[in-house]
Nanobody, 117 residues
């Protein structure tokens, strides 16, 4: 089955950087749309970025600071986060959207990002 595993979270000072990884198994992620989301207390997922065949789209809140990239050989999606702000603190998830689905059907376990000042 499809499995997504996020890693790379941690605590960073405001203005610092982190790179999150999402390792996919079960299928090649390049054939599907992938997304990064984040969740804070309140149990609502916020869209962060979308990756589809190399094309990217970012939420306004992170545009210019975050960058999505993929490594086809490693079947891994990355989220480079620069200029981190306290409001970026959240649990970050990657997700996969099958081509015949209207939603992201597969999710990873999440990795926590904390930002201090």
């Amino acid at each position: 089955q499809v499995q997504l595993v996020e890693s790379g979270g941690g605590l960073v000072q405001a203005g610092g950087s982190l790179r999150l990884s999402c390792a996919a198994s079960g299928l090649p992620f390049t054939r599907y749309a992938m997304g990064w989301f984040r969740q804070t207390p309140g149990k609502e997922h916020e869209f962060v970025a979308r990756w589809s065949g190399g094309a990217t789209y970012y939420a306004d809140s992170v545009k210019g600071r975050f960058t999505v990239s993929g490594d086809n050989a490693k079947n891994t999606l990355y989220l480079q986060m620069n200029g981190l702000k306290p409001e970026d603190a959240a649990v970050y998830y990657c997700a996969l959207q099958p081509p015949d689905s209207v939603s992201f059907d597969y999710w990873g376990q999440g990795t926590q990002v904390a930002v201090s000042s």
